[in-house]
């Protein structure tokens, strides 16, 4: 399968816990993006990278909340000192460099319940 | 803000055409409009894209106005499986081109 991977699908953790998910983007993808969904509503856009740099953040929810893309490859998405509002899918999304009328394509998401 | 309007859902008989109506009044001359779908519990799945022009692939056509503030998604023969969320997306070019989801239309598909 050679689309968007994202692991771990599930994970349940306590509050105050970190937690982090990974995304390996569709090969040769320069373009990353991180979204969040919760119950009832659309997508929710989070962050964004070009190869390794981050070039928006600021729609990131909290300063709990951080992305990497180190190599330009996968990404993580770091959730730390979880709470109960966190509890969502998260959706990880790739592209090729040039958006304008390209396609974006999605991972499963990972589900996060926090207890 | 989502730059799409859609209604919140629609209901289709089985085997009949679904039309699917967004309105997008102040897209821009060089934003594309994007449909995606998403049955319960999965990630957005793309349907079909268009600047100004029809498109038509295997799952979709999309007729775009000519002034391009509206479109409409035709899946010509539904079936059960095509129940879902269907969201009208027009790229945020402030966002890295990101989908900005709105809260898009539940389509249910009934025998």
């Known amino acids: 399968d050679t689309g968007v991977s994202q692991d771990p699908r599930h994970k349940i953790t306590k509050r105050g816990q970190n937690v982090t998910f990974r995304c390996d983007p569709i090969?040769?993808?320069?373009?990353l993006y991180w979204y969040r969904q919760t119950l009832g509503q659309g997508p929710e856009f989070l962050t964004y990278f070009q190869n390794e740099a981050q070039l928006e953040k600021s729609r990131l929810l909290s300063d709990r909340f951080s992305a990497e893309r180190p190599k330009g490859s996968f990404s993580t998405l770091e959730i730390q000192r979880t709470e109960q509002g966190d509890s969502a899918m998260y959706l990880c999304?790739?592209?090729?460099?040039?958006?304008?009328?390209?396609?974006?394509?999605f991972g499963e998401g990972s589900w996060l319940t926090v207890v | 803000d989502a730059k799409t309007t859609q209604p919140p859902s629609m209901d289709c008989a089985e085997g009949r055409a679904a039309n699917l109506p967004c309105n997008h009044s102040?897209?821009?001359?060089?934003?594309?409009v994007y449909w995606y779908r998403q049955i319960h519990s999965q990630g957005p799945q793309y349907i079909i894209h268009g600047l100004k022009n029809n498109e038509t692939n295997e799952m979709a056509s999309l007729i775009i106005t000519e002034d391009r503030k509206s479109s409409t998604l035709i899946l010509p023969h539904a079936t059960l499986r095509d129940t879902a969320v269907y969201y009208c997306i027009v790229r945020d070019s402030n966002s890295g081109y990101a989908l900005n989801f709105g809260k898009g239309t539940s389509l249910l598909v009934t025998p």
């Open positions: 090969s040769e993808h320069n373009r």
């Open positions: 102040t897209i821009s001359g060089n934003e594309y």
């Open positions: 999304a790739s592209s090729p460099q040039t958006p304008i009328g390209n396609t974006i394509y």
